[in-house]
């Protein structure tokens, strides 16, 4: 089962992404900040983190380059209320940029994507 680490400081938002995700057959790991994020990271090594910007302490941009510095091929889906960061140099290491809406479909299907992504087969 894929691990997918939700980091969001809104109670009823990180239910709901834990309730979708939940549904859709991931184990995921719901937290609220990011020494609990950077902590269950490393600990739990999910295969993909959804990360809101906006958060008390570290924002999740620092959250990010702390995370590729531990592992460089994190899947990450950055999902804030904001999409003006979405042109600040790094959010370029995540592998999405999503804004946030009470209709998950959109997040639910990129992670979707993501973790089913198939690697390229090569031919000898």
Partial sequence: MKKVLV?????????LYTSELSDDGYEVL????GDEALEVFKEKKPDLVVLD????????LEILG???KVKKDIHVVINSAYPNFQRE??????DAYLVKSSDTSVLRETVKSILEEKPASTSV
């Fill in 7 to 15: 980091v969001e400081d809104d109670d009823s938002l990180r239910l």
């Fill in 30 to 33: 719901p937290v609220s900040c």
């Fill in 89 to 94: 140099f790094a959010t370029w290491g995540a």
């Fill in 53 to 60: 910007i906006r958060l008390s302490g570290m924002s999740g």
């Fill in 66 to 68: 702390e995370m590729l």
